[in-house]
């Protein structure tokens, strides 16, 4: 079921030589700016990008992370900039959206990958708990859209916003406020896409499966048998993201707008995800 890089995802030699199926040059001259850029997510999609010849902006709250993840994109001749700050305060969003225009003087691609979330459970979440994961997913993605549409808007340029999500056609248990703010998420995405549409800005989300990183020793080994409870019996990794991303935001994607890319292995198809372990109560014999 699991392999030896459950926890490490790919190594950044790997995430450098990974083969892509996107020529060299495909996001040349763009600008990307990635939230939670430091996670495992981010950092794939942050690498990709700028092997495609894009210049990476990253923003999350870590900043030796951010360092760090400047420093690997550095060593591969990638043009970057990185940003600490936190996109749960709208204030600190605007200032980040000033700043990527005055360095870089246009900004093409958002990726909201910026998340977060902690299994528990429903009666043990406290309001602050419930509130981080909400404000980071929900509000922290709806201000980097605002933001990013009004400079898009006020200077006649077009955009495109790629959103992380999750699976939301079959209950999260274990993590429901996970669940509420993915939710929220992808209809506001399919409504801003519409209203937004006259502007020329796309907007798109990826609903992501269990996805082979260091971000799922936190969850109990109860909840290991749900890791490749899919058709394809495996995980994904984290380049499966990636290209998603690229996918959306290139311009092979330039008719996709207000959809929903599946990335899970057909988990939304035939399959079950426990954070905390299935309960006895649900285990049946086939």
Request: glycine share 10%; hydrophobic share 45%.
């Given at each position: 079921m699991t392999g030896d890089n459950t926890y490490t995802g790919l190594s950044d030699a790997e995430l450098a030589s990974y083969p892509t199926v996107f020529r060299d040059d495909l996001l040349r001259d763009q600008v990307v700016l990635i939230s939670g850029a430091a996670g495992a997510i981010g950092r794939a999609t942050a690498v990709l990008a700028g092997r495609l010849g894009a210049t990476v902006v990253g923003c999350g709250r870590n900043a030796e992370s951010l360092a760090e993840l400047e420093r690997l994109l550095t060593g591969l001749d990638i043009p970057c900039s990185m940003h600490p700050m936190t996109i749960r305060d709208p204030e600190q969003v605007a200032a980040l959206l000033d700043a990527v225009w005055a360095r870089h003087g246009r900004l093409d691609v958002l990726v909201n990958n910026a998340g977060g979330?902690?299994?528990?459970?429903?009666?043990?979440?406290?309001?602050?708990?419930?509130?981080?994961?909400?404000?980071?997913?929900?509000?922290?993605?709806?201000?980097?859209?605002?933001?990013?549409?009004?400079?898009?808007?006020?200077?006649?340029?077009?955009?495109?916003?790629?959103?992380?999500?999750?699976?939301?056609?079959?209950?999260?248990?274990?993590?429901?406020?996970?669940?509420?703010?993915?939710?929220?998420?992808?209809?506001?995405?399919?409504?801003?896409?519409?209203?937004?549409?006259?502007?020329?800005?796309?907007?798109?989300?990826?609903?992501?499966?269990?996805?082979?990183?260091?971000?799922?020793?936190?969850?109990?080994?109860?909840?290991?048998?749900?890791?490749?409870?899919?058709?394809?019996?495996?995980?994904?990794?984290?380049?499966?993201?990636?290209?998603?991303?690229?996918?959306?935001?290139?311009?092979?994607?330039?008719?996709?707008?207000?959809?929903?890319?599946?990335?899970?292995?057909?988990?939304?198809?035939?399959?079950?995800?426990?954070a905390l372990g299935k309960p006895d109560h649900f285990k049946i014999d086939e």
């Open positions: 979330q902690f299994a528990a459970p429903a009666l043990d979440i406290s309001p602050k708990g419930w509130h981080a994961v909400v404000e980071t997913i929900l509000y922290g993605t709806w201000y980097m859209m605002q933001e990013a549409a009004r400079r898009w808007i006020g200077k006649g340029r077009p955009g495109c916003v790629v959103n992380m999500a999750a699976l939301t056609n079959h209950a999260q248990v274990g993590i429901p406020h996970t669940a509420a703010a993915r939710a929220g998420e992808i209809n506001l995405s399919k409504t801003l896409a519409v209203e937004w549409a006259p502007q020329r800005i796309r907007i798109n989300c990826i609903a992501i499966g269990v996805i082979a990183g260091p971000g799922l020793v936190n969850y109990p080994p109860s909840a290991k048998p749900s890791f490749d409870h899919n058709p394809m019996r495996r995980m994904g990794d984290v380049m499966d993201i990636a290209e998603a991303t690229v996918y959306l935001a290139a311009p092979s994607g330039k008719f996709i707008t207000g959809s929903v890319l599946t990335v899970d292995g057909g988990e939304d198809v035939w399959g079950e995800y426990w």
